[in-house]
């Protein structure tokens, strides 16, 4: 125990088994649930936990377990799927800024500026009205709010990376245009951006979570812990054990990610030690 | 002492009348006067011109403020409102109104015949912009032959026509205020027996007793005030503390709940507000009346009965005109719990194979809808129907799946505000109609419906929708499914409250708070 | 400094527009048509057009923005599909509720921050510091409506100390009004708390291993003192600056929770009119909120400028 550079590597330690678990349980749901999440049985609605339904029974007499566990698919793949486009589009964007300067680096930054003093929720709210709600459409307004944050963050980077000795002695041996992105500043991003990326995600799983909570994400009858938690909030007097299972999931999942972001934070750059 | 004996015998004379008095008073209900009733509702008027519409909210501040010149009583039998006295002619075509004397809008004006003339020649304009046209459809002319007396001559008999007069947006508006510009959509003048004070949307709308009206004495309450709750579980909490002491929306999943409560009065009753399964003809095999049939077998209505409405609600086992009305078809074509077996050999018969693709299409901001999803959806499967469940909240659905017709399977209600047969049929099952979004409907049924409306007599009306219900199950355009109550419920302190079919409040002017 | 200061209140006017145009195309572009959403289901094809027409719904997008925006300038925001009501009254009204909560909401988020921040940065690297930061983690991971929902539970109806929601104006009562606001503004705040607490922490132990307070340490003056005389008061300026940036957050938080505890806010106001697709009223409520959220990094921006120019050149 005491070999382990705690202060490097604790916080990965901590999180990563719980990721490692989240994702297993998305993946592999049909495996850890008891039930069939949609299978319903009215004479059993409401029931509290038991042997046979560790969390309980909604409102429909389905197993609330079962639907958290398969929740978890939902939030995962947005999750991954919003970041990527963030990141992508955010590195696209930060990087050319950066690289480019002047009155183009100029334009893009103000434009990042005023789609970042949009409140995230707001912007997904409205977004998610405009496209239709669906998952797919959540994944797409989450990664378009992200862009502006990950733009930022390259940017600055790169800008650091564009004042180092080395990038102006890689410009004298005339490596320049996509090779000098692809060979010296795109690695340097890597890092800060993968910090972002773990942070990015489990707000990207809330805010999923809190579209779905609204009515404007997942629709019922698929079981997301946004939409759970939701109905679990007409029956919290009844049956608050409905709300109770996808809560504890999502708060898990989401201080996970946080903790690994941290952890990532830790090993790739401790001199952020935020 | 002793008394002189006819002084005793006076003694228990009157001592026995006292007691009698005492006996009879503790047993009748005294109207009080007085009070303020709170009312809740969950959505917010559309605007208060009875001209306009349709908002089923704004009806409901509507017929507090104006009134019509007949009245349904909470049987649905129509009575003398502004009229007391109307006859019909001979041949049908000619209904005559005669009004009450002395009646005053609001703002001192007398409310005479032309009045009611111009509220009619307003509502039948071709730009009106009247949410229910088929009502006025048929009047030709409307006149007013003195003061106090109006003629409506209709173009065709119109079975339903006393019921078009009592509804709400056939309220008799001030022609005078109204020709001078103001606006009644934002504030309501009319006659009716409560004064419209205020609108705070998404709050509340306030009203005053109307001292001056024509119902000497009514109404009791000083005021109401309709509160305006989205939220079903603000709703439902407010009852329970009391702060609420009326409501006809409670949900449904809170009504054991309040119900039980001391003090409360159940006043839930079956009204018309039924939901349909709606198979599109122009997807195969829905085209086939036996598959349609087959689905309609298979269903499981208690289910849907305890699963989505918590048990309130009427499996509809028949035709959709429900059992209290007169329209009413004693046919029993679909068991409660669903025929699996009856379904598949139906299914079997017309050459239809198990394992057939449909699409589910549900309005995701209806909890009764995404409650009876699932349900739906198993009993499908276990005739051999694959069905996916496809939800969107409701303006999307309108925009993406109603209006084009765009949808295997959907499930949609129809809230009746009229108690008359034809408006819980002619809609869903005539075949222009703009709600028949399942394409389907035939020369038969429409000739049926034109002809039940027209028909003069209750007892000629009644026959012939006897006959429309067998057809509508013979050809099964949509399904039927559950007949839901209206959940009204209100404090015990609200004594002679009748609640009505229809869902409407008229009745509160006869009502009192202790 | 005058320089960044006009820079800065020069560039508000186009960020607003700019901000405004983003949101009318984002609104108007909402399918799913406003009239079949005030209109009922059973609406005439008619009486949909009547409707598009008086609301001017018929004409070009860029003919639409212009009189809207004008109109908005002068306090107008139209009327609502839904009620024939006009907009502006009610999100006057509603004001001061939304801003009264995020206040609230924000004040318990700056108490828990600098107060678990500096603790935190005090006792850097030891027990207290991982506990807290740890907390602190916690409270940020947390989803907002859930804590809602759990403290609704427990604090309305289980305890039955407080109202699962509702409000009363302070000016009617304000000891009711305090009972409604209390839960959603702990709901808020300590979600907010969490970030906070930790650039409250780290920003104190950036000005402690600052040269002077060696200084001062080598003159005596006790620890404790000294963090409280000296190096909080230097913390807590660029702490400030950073938090700004969270109140967006909060802001945003606001949308969701005073639709849990039905508070008559802006917030609530937004969804209100995504629900009803009732344009004139979303517009005017998420423009409100894109405000509030603008004028208050302006404010910071503008007193970031004055008290330490240098600062805010750096960041730029």
Known sequence: MGRINWRKYGLLIFSLPVVVILFCASAFSSLLAPYDPYYLDVMYMLEGPSSGHLFGTDELGRDVLSRTIYASQISIVVGLIAVAIGMTGGTVIGVTAAYFGGLIDNLLMRLMDILFSFPAILLAVILMANLGTSILNAMLAIGIIFIPGFARLTRAVTQTVQRQQYLEAAICIGVSGPRLIWREILPNVFGPVVVEAAVAFSYAVLLESALSFLGLGAQPPEPSWGNMINTGRGFIEQAPWISFAPGMALFLCVFSFNILGDGLRDLLDPKLNK | MKYPKHISRLAVVVAGTLALGVVFTAGAQEAKYGGTLVAAFSADPGGFDPAHGPSGMSHIAIEQVYSTLLLLDANAQ????????????????????????????????????????????????????????????????????????????????????????????????????????????????????????????????????????????????????????????????????????????????????????????????????????????????????????????????????????????????????????????????????????????????????????????????????????????????????????????????????????????????????????????????????????????????????????????????????????????????????????????????????????????????????? | MIRLILIRLLTFGPTVIVASMVLFVAVNVVPGSASKAALGIYATPQAVKRFEHQHGLDRPLVIQYIEWAGKALRGNFGMSFQNAVAVGPEVKKRLPVTLQLAGMAFLIAVGLAISLGALAGFYHQRLPDVCITTIATLFGSVPNFWLATLLIYLFSLHLGWLPTGGFVPYSEDLVANLRGMILPSIALGVVSSGLLIRIMRTSLIEVMSAHFIETAQSKGISNFKLVIGHALRNALIPFLTVSAVEFGFLVGGVVILEDVFRIPGIGSLVLVGIINRDYPVLLAAAMVITMIVLVTNLLVDLLATIIDPRQVRARN
């Open chain 2, 78 to 514: 129509p009575y003398g409102g502004l009229a007391h006295n109307w006859s019909q002619s001979e041949d049908g075509l000619t209904w005559t109104f005669n009004l009450r004397e002395g009646v005053k809008f609001h703002n001192g004006e007398a409310l005479t015949a032309e009045d009611v003339v111009f509220s009619f020649d307003r509502i039948r304009g071709p730009d009106s912009g009247y949410a229910y046209p088929s009502q006025v459809a048929d009047i030709a002319a409307v006149t007013a032959i003195d003061d106090l007396t109006v003629e409506f001559k209709l173009s065709q008999t119109t079975g339903p026509f006393e019921i078009y007069m009592a509804f709400p947006g056939s309220s008799i508006v001030p022609k005078d205020l109204v020709e001078s510009g103001w606006d009644l959509n934002a504030k309501p003048v009319g006659s009716g027996p409560f004064k419209f004070i205020s609108y705070e949307p998404r709050s509340a709308i306030k009203f005053e007793r109307n001292a001056d009206y024509y119902e000497t004495g009514k109404p009791y309450f000083d005021g109401m005030v309709y509160r305006i709750v989205s939220d079903p579980t603000a709703l439902s909490n407010g009852m329970k503390s009391g702060e609420i002491n009326f409501s006809n929306e409670v949900p449904p999943k809170d009504w054991e709940a309040i119900v039980s409560k001391e003090g409360m009065v159940n006043a839930a009753l079956e009204g018309s507000r039924y939901y349909w399964l709606i198979p599109n003809w122009e997807t195969p095999p829905l085209d086939n009346v036996k598959a349609r049939q087959a689905i309609a077998i298979a269903l499981n209505r208690a289910a849907i009965v305890k699963g989505a409405f918590y048990g309130q609600a009427t499996p509809l086992l028949g035709g959709v005109i429900p059992k209290w009305n007169w329209g009413y078809a004693d046919i029993e074509f679909f068991k409660p719990q669903g025929d699996i077996e009856a379904a598949k050999k139906l299914l079997a018969e017309a050459g239809i194979e198990p394992g057939i693709e449909i699409t589910l299409n549900m309005v995701s901001s209806w909890p009764p809808m995404m409650s009876m999803a699932p349900i739906i959806q198993a009993n499908l499967s276990q005739i051999g129907f694959k069905a996916t469940i496809e939800t969107m909240e409701v303006p999307r659905y309108w925009d993406e799946v109603w209006g084009p017709s765009k949808f295997d399977i959907t499930v949609m209600y129809w809230l009746s505000p009229l108690a008359d047969p034809d408006d819980f049929v002619t809609n869903t099952y005539f075949s222009t109609s703009g709600v028949n979004v399942h394409k389907g409907g035939s020369k038969e049924m429409d000739d049926l419906l034109l002809a039940a409306k027209s028909a003069v007599t209750i007892d000629e009306r009644k026959e012939l929708y006897r006959q429309q219900q067998a057809l509508s199950l013979e050809t099964m355009d949509v399904v039927p499914l559950v007949n839901a109550w209206v959940l009204a419920a209100h404090t015990g302190q609200l004594k002679n409250f009748k609640p009505m079919r229809t869902g409407f409040l008229k009745t509160l002017k006869d009502a009192w708070l202790e």
